[in-house]
Nanobody, 126 residues
Framework: QVQLAESGGGLVQAGGSLRLSCAAS????????MAWFRQAPGKEREFVAA????????PYADSVKGRFTISRDNAKSTLYLQMNSLKPEDSAVYYC???????????????????WGQGTQVTVSS
């Protein structure tokens, strides 16, 4: 079992920055892949970014590429998402997710994640 708790969301103006954190407990953090997803009202949950257990691979959604950076600190069992140049369309509830290591081909699929946090709201005003 893995317990996940996000923090760092809030209200920010367009062009601003936020840093989300996700603290993990339970299973050895260094053995699990991690990801960020988001869901806006009336829309489906979408992939944002992921990071393999050893930080070797970090895919991003095209919509955030060049603006967001995913990272992890295995010593602190914490996942991060640095979000720069925020846009109103980035507004959503952001979720961190974890899965036991498996095929890299499925790392962007929400159905492949076993554990989810409760989410943190990010609102970007124009």
């Amino acid at each position: 079992q893995v317990q996940l708790a996000e923090s760092g969301g809030g209200l920010v103006q367009a062009g601003g920055s936020l840093r989300l954190s996700c603290a993990a407990s339970g299973r050895a953090f260094s053995s699990i892949d991690m990801a960020w997803f988001r869901q806006a009202p009336g829309k489906e949950r979408e992939f944002v970014a992921a990071i393999t257990w050893n930080s070797d691979i970090t895919p991003y959604a095209d919509s955030v590429k060049g603006r967001f950076t995913i990272s992890r600190d295995n010593a602190k069992s914490t996942l991060y998402l640095q979000m720069n140049s925020l846009k109103p369309e980035d507004s959503a509830v952001y979720y961190c997710a974890a899965r036991v290591r498996r095929s890299i081909a499925t790392i962007t699929l929400s159905t492949q994640y076993d554990y989810w946090g409760q989410g943190t709201q990010v609102t970007v005003s124009s």
